[in-house]
């Protein structure tokens, strides 16, 4: 980050004070003595000379403009540019936010009673009477709800690397593992209801969050061996991102595979950083019905405990029987009320449990805040700031033009516009 600064900009208010002396005293300013000569009198009709002209004002103008830049350079101008760099012992984490079309409800919004116009709509003669109404101008749904809670505690993780995946239907990662929070917000304002689809998949939600936490395995390096020399796969070990689990399987796959010592030294010298994923959702797991569906995430939750990475399971939406959900952005009765599907607390409770992570719900603004401080407070973040600032000094651009306006109105003073007496 650059910044331009005065060192002393106390000084910069001389020049107004300067300028308000200036005009009161414009009258004085430069008068000389002078002799009276009666019979000279007759001259005072003479014209004036362009040297005359000239003479009464360019001199002075020369010594205010070096007076000015006098005052500008001992203000001492300075152009900055700050640099940190961190030192971090922090987290690696991966945000999973559910986009799938249950976060259209508005049942989350702080301000509460935002449905009006509230009455009962027919569908058909003999159809289903259902309650709709009209959303008050600016509600925010649960996405809106989230994004903004999860804004607050991103911009609180300094020194972390995080990582923001979205699911639906599908699961896309929307940034690599990075320390720039910035870059992480800005992606965050993008994500809307639906851009993954609107079903609920907490498998691949996990599956994509430990895709990137990860980096390379032992099952990694032992094909990468097979055809690449024992210094390109020394150099990826050590270089690049990597989990490395010295199990039993995976002793006897380093033994049938007769990896090189040195990636066995090298693979066991790296050190595992704390990593967690963050999985928000409102719905049930629906990509996959029955207990066909729970057990493929929980395979997903014990991929994930292997390598040692706590999944935290956030659960939002009200308690209540029923709720409002949003059926378009715009217009009358744009929400309609429906039976409130809650979130499948068991299952996430048992993926928290089997991660040696957390469950938490959440049934408002609130209580999601606070979901995310006691986050912050089981995973801290330890990190030092190393800061320094590279100054370039500017005074000699201001006092260069100071001293040569001197210059030329001494100079001008004693030739051109030379005066006697």
Known sequence: MKEFRFVYPYLMLAIPVLLLLAFLFRH??????????????????????????LARWLPPALFWLALLFGITALARPQDVEYRKWFETTGVEIAVALDTSGSMN??????????????????????????????????????????KAVVAKFLSQRRGDQITLTVFGTEARTLCPLTSDVQSVGTMLKQVEIGMVGQATDLRKAILYSLKRLVGLTIEDVIEMAKTRSIDYVLKKIRHEKGSYVFDKDAEKRIASSKLHPSLIAAMRAKKPRSQMIILLTDGKHTATQGEEGRQSVLKAAQAAALYGIKIYTIGIGSRSAYTFVRRRKEGRNNVVRIPNDSFDEDLMREISRITKGKFFSASDKKALEQVYRDINKLEPNRFKIHQWEKTRELYLWLLLPCLGFLGLELLSRETLFRRIP
Do not use: N
């Not at 430069?30 to 004036?48: H, K, N, V, Y």
């Not at 702080?110 to 027919?122: A, C, I, K, N, T």
């Open 105 to 146: 409800i508005i049942d989350m919004d702080p301000r509460g009673q935002r449905v009006v116009d509230l009455r009962h709509y027919q569908q058909g003669f003999f159809g289903p009477t259902t309650q709709v109404g009209t959303a008050k101008e600016g509600t925010w749904d649960r996405l809106d709800v989230v």
């Open 28 to 53: 004085r300013l430069g008068q000389r003595s002078r002799l009276w000569f009666p019979q000279l009198s007759i001259l005072q009709e003479a014209p004036t000379s362009w040297r005359l002209r």
